[in-house]
């Protein structure tokens, strides 16, 4: 691989970071090569947002290779928001520039006294002054920068979100396409880092070119006629909204309701059917599953799944075009539109349960279905006034000021992605154990409870209302997805582990074999983990929020009851896990090896 | 009860569709026609072609064809091991769509906008399979 850029913007000075080929071999790269990079630097004193927090960007070894949906990169420090393992990886172009450069990831330590913006343009780095970006939105900074340094390329950056240190702030790229969870935007705007600029010239590196050709050309192929890719690609991320209503796995009403009138709205048909106006892809993608809408003659980004969901049936509303905007102002912010939506949602139903009352003029036009109360409580977020004050503080740390902790349906401090687990059981041992808190982009296993297995990896199709038979395949698909977050490939990309083997191969130069790379992503899971138990965790908030362990009164999933300590105490027993302190055992540990870190 | 795939079974499921008052109402705006194509596996040495003709919430027409013919809205087209599954309730059609069991030649935009037709429509057709 490329090096890592190290810089270090207490002394504005540049160094190389060589990585170890055993590394290579055993985290892949992406998040798993992260992982091994920044356990030697996180640890339980480290503030998030302090000089000496590090932030890391970097690519996959397939990023930017026009192999099968691999147009990724990911972002990884410590969450400012859960204070425990943070990783949110993003697609685009900047990536596969990032690659061109001849760098493959960049290693950022320290605070500049004044806003800067790096900027790599070849192997030519520079910190640039950047005190006029600073309150730029995210957009105008990302046309800004390239207007002023003239180089071309690509620009990421984060917004006001970012720049005011909120914990859920996103890190945008390539006009729309974010970074949003787990809050590193905020390290960003804590070291005055506003953006980084690429341009490279260069192509990633290709062990065996010729035969990486062919392999790739083949999977593309297939993967364009893949079914799930003619439904990503006509209707978008949420074209499966109908289907996941109809089971239901899409929660109303911040997880209390099964139904909600007129909640076939939410959906990527809907999208087609009444503002769509053309489709995006990211770097060498054949799915194009971005959205291009039109909302009030205004041409703006279409909203992806959990945002349409979060600002849609979330809230009480089901107008598509209230969530674009609404993911529209919340990416030029620079703030997670998952957390924020599921903040106001929390918000409102506590002042529908009567479980919280603010003197407080915006909290008193709380209620289901208000799309001004939705879009102020946005703007007070960002300005940290009023309501806004509270929900700039991220929703569980919100509630705990008011002895509420246990009403917000979160894990670890991050808010639950607009997966229903009662629609899916799967998800709730997914949400309860994921490294960085409820997310779903560490297993998408509601995709596997609706017949997304991979029969040769040890993988079987279980009922999605099946119990503790399926915790075995849960933990084959966080090994696998893994895997992915190592390379980093996108979920939508339905290619079979053979494929993913030998494109692996062919650049790496490596000769891994399938049960290896399995095995690799294990060893990253279990690394997250120990990350976190350095980071401060225990076992005692691995568990799943008191409101999706209340079975719906309505709704695809009515009177279904989560079996979730029974799958839980499966879940410890199968991924070799003390029960008592949910530690992996000795032998787990030097099975993967990494007993001597476990020491170290 | 008449064998799937033949046209017995075919005449059957048509006299279901236009019978039953739930499918009538589920589909009522559902627009287009359809081709099962069932490949051969276990007893079935050729390929079998069942065409509906389907509009709101009525089955104007069926036949046998002996090939696909006038291209109509959607082909489905399957293994009969998986139809099987399908009409034993042991495969969901919405799963079969999407993970490749089941091949749709078709606007994907229409069929995933009207799951509960789909469903219904399934259902209809295991009603006079078991």
């Not at chain 1, 980084?196 to 999977?219: C, H, M, Q, W, Y």
């Amino acid at each position: 691989m490329q090096p890592i850029l190290k810089v270090d913007l207490n002394t504005g000075e540049f160094s190389e970071m060589p990585i170890p080929v055993e590394w290579q071999k055993d985290y892949i790269g992406g998040a798993g090569l992260a992982a091994r990079i920044l356990f030697d630097y996180l640890n339980i004193d480290l503030d998030p947002l302090g000089p000496d927090s590090p932030l890391l960007f970097l690519n996959g070894p397939l990023s930017g290779t026009f192999g099968p949906a691999v147009g990724r990169y990911v972002i990884c420090g410590r969450s400012p928001l859960t204070g425990l393992w943070a990783e949110s990886n993003c697609g685009g172009y900047w990536g596969a520039e990032l690659r061109r450069t001849g760098v493959d990831g960049i290693f950022v330590t320290g605070k500049s006294k004044t806003p800067v913006s790096l900027i790599l343009n070849d192997r030519n780095f520079e910190l640039l002054p950047s005190e006029e970006f600073w309150g730029m939105d995210t957009y105008d900074y990302q046309r800004e920068i390239l207007s002023r340094v003239k180089c071309g390329g690509r620009a990421l950056s984060i917004g006001l979100g970012g720049e005011r240190q909120i914990g859920y702030s996103s890190i945008l790229a390539d006009h729309g396409r974010v970074a949003g969870r787990a809050g590193l935007g905020a390290i960003m705007g804590s070291k005055k880092l506003k953006g980084i600029l690429v341009k490279g010239n260069g192509f990633p590196p290709i062990a065996r070119f010729e035969e990486f050709d062919v392999i790739r050309s083949r999977t593309n192929r297939a993967l364009k006629n893949d079914p799930m890719t003619a439904v990503l690609t006509e209707l978008g991320s949420a074209g499966a909204a109908d289907y996941l209503d109809y089971l239901g796995e899409q929660p109303k009403k911040y997880f209390s309701a099964g139904v909600l009138d007129g909640s076939e709205k939410i959906s990527g048909a809907s999208i087609s059917e009444t503002m769509l106006t053309g489709k995006k892809s990211c770097h060498g993608c054949v799915i194009a599953c971005g959205r291009v809408v039109s909302v009030d003659g205004n041409k703006m980004k279409g909203p992806e799944y959990e945002t349409l969901v979060g600002f849609g049936p979330n809230v009480g509303l089901t107008d598509p075009k209230f969530a674009s905007r609404m993911g529209d102002l919340c990416d030029r912010y620079g703030i997670d539109t998952i957390t924020m939506s599921a903040g106001i949602g929390f918000v409102i139903r506590m002042r529908e349960l009567g479980k919280l009352n603010l003197d407080d003029p915006l909290f008193q036009r709380a209620e289901w279905g208000s799309e001004d109360f939705v879009e102020e409580c946005i703007h007070q977020t960002i300005q940290q006034t009023g309501l806004g004050k509270y929900l700039a503080m991220g929703t569980y740390r919100f509630a705990k000021q008011f002895r509420l902790e246990d009403e917000v349906v979160q894990v670890n401090g991050m808010d639950m992605a607009f997966h229903d687990p009662r629609g899916s059981s799967g998800m709730s041992i997914v949400y309860a154990t994921s490294p960085r808190g409820a997310c779903h982009n560490q297993s998408d296993y509601f995709m596997a409870d609706i017949g997304h297995v991979d029969p040769s990896i040890g993988m079987e199709f279980y009922d999605r209302h099946a119990g503790a038979e399926k915790v075995k395949n849960v933990i084959i698909h966080q090994d696998y997805r893994s895997i992915f977050n190592a390379l980093v490939m996108c979920y939508f990309a339905n290619v079979d582990p053979e494929s993913i083997k030998d494109l692996l191969n062919s650049v790496t130069g490596f000769d891994q074999t399938v049960p290896e790379l399995l095995q690799a992503g294990e060893r990253i899971w279990n690394l997250k983990r120990m990350i976190n138990f350095k980071l401060g965790f225990n076992i005692s908030t691995e568990i799943l929020p008191k409101a999706v362990l209340t079975p719906y009164s309505d709704g695809g999933s009515s009177g279904y009851e989560l079996p979730f300590e029974e799958m839980m105490a499966k879940y410890y027993e199968f991924r070799g896990w003390d029960p008592q302190t949910g530690f992996p055992s000795e032998l787990k540990l030097q099975m993967l090896g990494l007993a001597r870190l476990d020491s170290s | 009860m008449a064998s799937f795939p033949s046209s017995e079974w075919l005449s059957n499921f048509m006299e279901k569709l236009n019978a039953d008052e739930q499918y009538a109402r589920i589909a009522k705006n559902w627009e287009g026609d359809l081709l099962f194509v069932i490949d051969p596996e276990e007893n079935l040495t050729n390929s079998a072609y069942l065409y509906l003709d389907l509009w709101h919430g009525k089955c104007r027409q069926v036949e046998i064809r002996k090939d696909i013919g006038e291209a109509p809205a959607f082909i489905l087209r399957s293994g009969y091991t998986n139809f099987m599954e399908i009409l034993s309730g042991k495969l969901d059609p919405m799963q079969a769509m999407m993970t490749r069991k089941l091949n749709v030649k078709g606007n994907m935009l229409v069929m995933m906008r009207n799951v509960p037709t789909v469903l219904d429509f399934v259902r209809c057709a295991r009603e006079i399979s078991q």
